[in-house]
């Protein structure tokens, strides 16, 4: 069986910078058509010379055109309309962090005072930037996404013209806000789909698929399957493929996160196929971002068929989800 | 300050075999009078000849007299009566493990059916030997110790008179479980009693934390803590701690268990303190266990004070709890 998906998006990834970037760019992109990149560098992307400085080191590490990296800014609440309207063309959205939430996130939002947030968050809605929020508060770590959902809610009723995406969502109740308010849209990752906390910690415990938001309950996975099989209009797919070397993740007090981008698609494609909703992958890969952001991207095709891929054990380095293993589905051509 | 123990016991503890059983033998014994020992080495103790020289071991691994290991036996559904009394004057407990629940558990039971387990427990009733059970289910790994409660309390109410121990229990559920049968009593690690999951995989992912039954939500360990710092008549302290060598800690798929022995003491006292219940720790450690096993201690002494106490990062190549951090307690004597 072979499938040819159109211009597929990575809606979340991290490409990192420097010698890691190097290490992963290529592998990270090969399959899809573009990418929103995520800002949290050290220091985080912040400044219109950032944007455009990380932009071109990105293009050089992946050495080719067929690929476009959306790129996004470091949410702060001091970001006003002057400056955000300067650097409006050179970015695709802006990504809030709470502080210290993940990796490095330190200068993220420490409340979620409407008033204090008002002049930056009407300015994006004014100008239509998309506001990406990594959603979890300080809470029990079962607990801090749909404890965030509050705060969702606040803002976008706050601010009903704003885009809100809720990044990498992994419970139910996540899934339930995307209903309630018509500006709130969020991305899947593949290995949300794909497992929950036993995966993670229920046998051996699994480095390499520790991440964060942590991967839930049984019926939280349930619910994300439900949107996104039916390619929800809603909802999009981004990998929030994580690298880190291995040491930082097979070590006493192991990092977060998981890579997937180069297995991405291939899994995707088995899972759609398994659960009979492959007639709506197109939607979740693509279609659905280029409505939500407005975007039309390269056109990039990728063709799947199906041919057992032993995955590597690692991408300089980097290991990544199913290292070592066989998956149903490989890449024929990407072009 | 000082606190002198009188016969603190350890009423769950691994102690391994051979080279391991070596390295940790008298850092895991060294400040209790006694343990039960678990059964689940490679093959489980299972036999009167295997209990007597396994008994050996230790002893000859620890070096001194100055410590009673209570033996067990791994529960075997086609134990009978005959066997039973044969065996009876050399071990404490059977230990029972559901089928592939934790390390060494793969020939633990399977299904819960009363009548055939009917010969083997109504024996251990009639010659009053205690069941230890590790009650987990093969369900979700946050639900498997709730989900077990239901088997406790049939095995509970089809031997009445049969004590059944509930082993390291992590949840609230399983408190409650503890008032509504005359015959179920529980031990409670010091890990259990400090951390929840949160501890393990909500900052990095915390491999020397991680155990089975993992450590739950806080509202668990409130649970937990209510019932210990009582000294509740029907709990008492059992540290389940459980050696591993680094590298199968330390690495791409982590082996579960927690190594607390050579501070768990210290870490009660601190704990005890903490929360004003100093007066309850002589019956958590050693009168509620004497009370349930029946059994009669050495007449060993352990004299706590209250000064700083650095954890070594390893005792023989095993990483135990608070590795390199300080602790607020320090053993002054034990004798």
């Known amino acids: ?12 990834l991290h490409l990192r910078d420097t010698e890691m970037l190097e290490n992963i760019a290529q592998a990270s992109t090969h399959t899809f058509s573009g990418a929103i990149v995520m800002p949290n560098l050290v220091p985080p992307v912040s400044s219109k010379e950032e944007v455009i400085a990380y932009k071109e080191r990105i293009m050089d590490s992946i050495g080719n055109e067929n690929f476009i990296p959306y790129m996004t800014l470091f949410f702060k609440p001091d970001y006003d309309r002057v400056f955000l309207e300067t650097i409006r063309e050179k970015i695709t959205a802006i990504k809030l962090y709470p502080a210290g939430i993940t990796t490095n996130s330190e200068g993220g939002v420490s409340g979620f005072d409407v008033e204090e947030l008002r002049p930056a968050l009407e300015a994006m809605s004014d100008l239509n930037i998309p506001l990406c929020v990594h959603g979890e508060t300080n809470g029990f770590v079962m607990d801090r996404e749909a404890e965030f959902v509050s705060i969702y809610e606040k803002l976008a ?40 906390l036993d ?11 520790f991440c964060k938001p942590i991967a839930k309950r049984p019926e939280d996975k349930e619910a994300l399957l439900k949107v996104a099989l039916a390619a929800h209009p809603k909802v999009m797919f981004g990998s929030d493929s994580a690298p880190h070397p291995r040491h930082a993740k097979e070590n006493c007090g192991c990092a977060a996160g998981v890579f997937t981008a180069p297995i991405a698609l291939q899994l995707l494609v088995e899972l759609f196929e398994k659960h009979h909703a492959l007639d709506n992958l197109q939607a979740f890969v693509s279609d659905n971002a280029q409505q939500i952001y407005g975007v039309t991207p390269l056109n990039k095709t990728v063709t799947l068929e199906k041919k057992p891929f032993k995955v590597p054990t690692d991408y300089n380095g980097v ?16 072009k």
């Open 157 to 196: 009723a706050a601010f009903p013209k704003l885009k809100i995406i809720m990044e990498h969502i992994t419970t139910k109740e996540s899934v339930a806000a995307l209903d309630r308010f018509e500006n709130l849209y969020a991305t899947i990752t593949i290995h949300h789909l794909l497992i929950t």
């Open 199 to 209: 995966d993670v910690a229920g046998g051996m415990l699994q480095p390499h698929l």
């Open 319 to 334: 290991v990544p989800m199913y290292a070592g293993e066989e998956i149903a589905y490989s890449i024929k051509e990407a």
């Open 1 to 12: 069986m072979e499938l040819t998906l159109q211009a597929p998006l990575d809606m979340h």
